[in-house]
């Protein structure tokens, strides 16, 4: 067992024969929001802090090369054991993983920032709600994000993807493939460019420059793209925190006279019931992701005089292409970057609602070696070769739009009481649900995207081969639970991220959004968790 | 271990219970008696894979796909779905079916056969099973399609097809990511 895991006690605690942990700010999951978080306060205060893990250890950067070839040969999951059992939830859970540095170890590094329209949709559009800060507010946090976790970019046009300083790292080069895609998008009348990612074009921050062996999701085997436990290890290391894994926090108590939050009770996983531990600090950084945090809040009654915990839970769905061009491709190169455009961000004025992304990558669909003939013979030998050759002289691309969807209020995590933990918590049921707006708007919205497909088709000369569409009920970068807002009778946290009804009390990251933009969201979840420590430091 | 006579292994095979114990004994049952029995794997691989990896390339394949039965885990945690809560595991060992599916094929003597008879032989087999599609290799329904499955899935098979060097998960220098793929030089 690592030093780290044994919980220690303090003399106070050894007297009464509690397991004890004081600290000033104590944070509550240890995934990308709480790296950004305990980094900031690390960085410029003196502030004792403590992080607690629900999950194991992540596998160490060194075991990473032989956890991906038994993912590459197998199927293997290359972050073995990082979920709690017995957590199988009713609704569509965007991931199992409960690890230190939570689902970001397995991330896809893509980090656009979010645009300006996302955070004031009301004002300019008429629909949603607006954000209580405005992209202005986040944009250097926007900054000081990619620049802890090191994004290569390349600067869109200004007009579509504002920013006041330059990304951190050039960007990452176009690949042979995506250099022959963008001329076609370009003749389809699309600016596109390199997609924003958290992958080192250079040696960076001590971890290595990336080498495209496209298996960034699930698992960069030598730290070319950024996961949290190399925050962790630097700050561990320094002696700047202390984190406590395999530590299920199970409630918040509060003061009863004072609304602060006194304490963090929590057991240690290991055999039978565990060992209770009890984290007290002066501040409560709930960092949990969009699940776990409002799920605390919920089994704690605290955070909730507005009734919204865990409720305007967001995403964004998606519209999906494979477009047969003619052009001679080498899928396999780097399938994992894209092509990216924020052209389609603004709703023209005479329009309706829609605003969407667009991804543009190589792909093998319908490419791939084949057993049967077009005559359904079979073919063995140097026949299946010969057939892959002729179908291959073609080229595929791979299109994706995801869209703003608003969300409900219902669109809600709740407590399941038919299911619980081994501890007799009840488990989150968790079900999405569009705002009455976005389910008027969801098939002018498919269909207006496949409209915009198959004329990005007939630009290249090309036709498109299939479609395909969320439908599972999922809604993708899941965020909210926990959202932001002016109006204390309609939100849970104030534009920081301090919980209206607890002083002491901060929710971070994902949980505290508004919306889900129509991008991906981890960068946005970073720069809101780096703007939340400024107010936490203040004390 | 010492190589069971296939009258043995199929023998065994037939007595097994699935109880976990039992389950991992028949695989490294399996497995051993592919290692001490390569010839039948072997014709299989100059049947289906295709002539331009010459011998010493089949052979190699066909190595790489022992190797890979040999190191199949039962039960290990499958990479998570996304979306879903539930969590999936790797099924059965596929070695004692495939062992016991080339045990019937060397009880015909298969790798002493033509090149096309035993094409033949597997066709026969593959449509009797239904078989459509390549698929993965630990779902392959049959032995033949399992060593296509794992064959094609390699960074090998693709620079094959395309005739390039694309070395697909390969690592590479990020610059050299915007060329061409070299041709790959043939013999």
Redesign the interface.
């Given at each position: 067992m690592r030093a780290e895991e044994q919980v220690p006690r303090s003399r106070s605690a050894l007297r009464s024969g509690r397991h004890l942990i004081e600290a000033d700010v104590c944070i509550i999951g240890s995934g990308i929001s709480a790296a950004m978080v305990a980094d900031r306060l690390a960085r410029t205060t003196r502030m004792k802090i403590v992080v607690v893990e629900a999950g194991d250890e992540a596998p160490t950067l060194a075991s990473r090369y032989a956890l991906r070839d038994?993912?590459?040969?197998?199927?293997?999951?290359?972050w073995?054991?990082d979920?709690l059992d017995g957590?199988?939830?009713d609704g569509?859970?965007?991931?199992?993983?409960m690890q230190v540095g939570g689902l970001a170890m397995h991330w896809g590094g893509v980090t656009p920032r979010w645009s300006p329209e996302d955070f004031k949709t009301k004002s300019l559009f008429g629909v949603g709600t607006d954000w209580p800060i405005s992209y202005d507010d986040l944009d250097p946090f926007y900054q000081e994000a990619e620049e802890l976790i090191g994004v290569a970019g390349e600067q869109g046009p200004a007009a579509m993807d504002p920013r006041s300083k330059p990304f951190p790292m050039a960007p990452?080069?176009?690949?042979?493939n995506l250099?022959l895609l963008k001329e076609w998008t370009s003749s389809a009348g699309i600016t596109m460019w390199s997609q924003p990612s958290s992958k080192n074009?250079r040696p960076y921050d001590g971890r290595a420059?990336?080498?495209?062996?496209?298996?960034c999701t699930?698992i960069c085997p030598?730290g070319a793209k950024y996961s949290p436990d190399f925050t962790w290890q630097k700050l561990r290391a320094t002696n700047r925190i202390t984190l406590y894994p395999r530590t299920l926090v199970r409630r918040l108590v509060r003061d009863a006279v004072t609304q602060r939050i006194t304490s963090a009770e929590a057991v240690q996983r290991g055999r039978g019931a565990g060992t209770p531990v009890t984290f007290r600090a002066k501040q409560f950084v709930v960092a949990a992701g969009y699940v776990w945090s409002a799920h605390l809040l919920l089994l704690s009654g605290v955070a909730n005089r507005s009734g919204t915990v865990g409720k305007y839970l967001a995403g964004h769905r998606n519209q999906q292409a494979f477009i047969e061009l003619p052009l001679k491709l080498?899928?396999?190169?780097?399938g994992q970057h894209s092509l990216v455009t924020k052209q389609f961000m603004r709703t023209p004025p005479d329009a309706r609602y829609l605003r969407h992304d667009l991804r543009v990558w190589e792909s093998s669909y319908d490419r791939?070696?084949?057993?049967?003939d077009n005559a359904s013979t079979?073919m063995?030998?140097?026949d299946?070769?010969r057939d892959?050759?002729e179908r291959?002289q073609t080229g595929v691309a791979r299109v994706r739009a995801y869209y703003d969807v608003l969300p409900d209020r219902e669109s809600a995590l709740t407590l399941d009481t038919s299911r619980r933990n081994a501890w007799g918590d009840p488990l989150p049921r968790l079900a999405f649900k569009d705002a009455p707006e976005s389910a008027a708007l969801r098939s002018y919205s498919d269909d207006a995207l496949k409209a915009l497909f198959d004329r990005m088709a007939r630009a290249g000369g090309g036709k498109v081969i299939r479609n395909e569409e969320d439908d599972?009920g999922?809604l993708d970068h899941p965020a909210g639970g926990c959202r932001m807002g002016s109006d204390t009778s309609s939100s849970v946290v104030d534009g920081w991220g301090r919980t209206h009804d607890h002083e002491n009390l901060f929710v971070v990251g994902a949980p505290t959004c508004v919306s889900a933009s129509c991008a991906n969201a981890t960068l946005t979840f970073c720069a809101l968790a780096l703007r939340s420590a400024v107010e936490i430091a203040r004390g | 271990m010492t190589a069971l006579s296939r009258r043995a292994f199929l023998g065994w095979l037939a007595a097994a219970i699935p109880a976990s114990a039992l389950v991992r004994r028949a695989h490294a049952l399996a497995v051993d008696h592919l290692a001490a029995n390569p010839r039948t794997l072997r014709a299989l691989g100059e049947?289906?894979?295709?002539?331009?990896l010459g011998s010493a390339g089949t052979a190699a394949a066909v190595d790489r796909f022992q190797r890979?039965i040999a190191?199949?885990?039962e039960g290990?945690?499958?990479?998570?779905g996304?979306?879903?809560?539930?969590?999936e595991k790797?099924g059965p060992t596929p070695a004692t079916r495939w062992a016991a599916q080339l045990a019937r094929l060397d009880a015909k003597h298969f790798a002493d056969l033509p090149?096309e008879q035993r094409?033949t032989v597997?066709?026969a087999e593959?449509?009797e099973l239904k078989?459509?599609?390549?698929g993965?290799v630990?779902r392959a329904p049959h032995v033949?399609?399992a060593l296509?499955a794992h064959f094609?899935a390699s960074?090998e098979?693709?620079d094959?097809?395309?005739?390039?060097k694309?070395?697909?998960?390969?690592?590479?220098?990020?610059?050299t990511?915007?060329?061409?793929?070299l041709p790959v030089a043939r013999a």
């Open positions: 038994r993912y590459l040969q197998y199927g293997e999951s290359p073995p054991n979920h957590y199988e939830i569509p859970l965007q991931s199992r993983s990452l080069p176009l690949t042979y250099g074009s420059e990336c080498c495209r062996n496209d298996t699930p030598i080498y899928p396999g190169i780097n791939g070696p084949r057993l049967r079979i063995l030998g140097d299946i070769l892959w050759r291959t599972g999922f | 049947a289906v894979l295709p002539s331009e890979w190191g199949y885990r290990a945690e499958l990479l998570h996304y979306g879903t809560s539930t969590l790797a090149l094409r597997i066709r593959l449509a078989v459509d599609r390549i993965s630990g033949g399609v296509l094609y960074p098979a693709t094959l097809c395309y005739e390039s694309i070395g697909k998960q390969n690592c590479r220098p990020l610059a990511s915007s060329r061409k793929p």
